[in-house]
C-alpha cells in the first residue's frame, strides 16, 4: 500500500535517545502517527492511531502537570 511520510519533528530525549515523529498517510485515507525511537543501535518503531495518539499526549501532558 503506498503512503506518504511527512516528518513533524526530530529531538533528542534523555538517556541518549533521538525521537522521530512522522505522520504516515496512506492511499485509502488510514493515516497513524509513527514514533522512531533510536538508542544507540537500537530502533523502536510504533505505529499508533489517532485514538490511541490522543490517549497517550493527554496522559504525557497531565503527568508534565502534575510534577
Not at 509513527?34 to 489517532?50: K, L, P, Q, S
Amino acid at each position: 500500500m503506498e503512503s506518504t511520510i511527512t516528518r513533524l519533528d526530530k529531538f533528542s530525549a534523555p538517556f541518549g535517545k533521538d525521537v522521530t515523529l512522522e505522520n504516515v498517510s496512506y492511499e485509502n485515507g488510514m493515516r497513524v502517527l509513527r514514533i522512531h525511537i533510536r538508542e544507540g543501535n537500537r530502533f523502536t518503531v510504533m505505529d499508533i492511531d489517532e485514538k490511541t495518539a490522543s490517549t497517550w499526549g493527554k496522559a504525557m501532558t497531565d503527568w508534565v502537570a502534575r510534577t
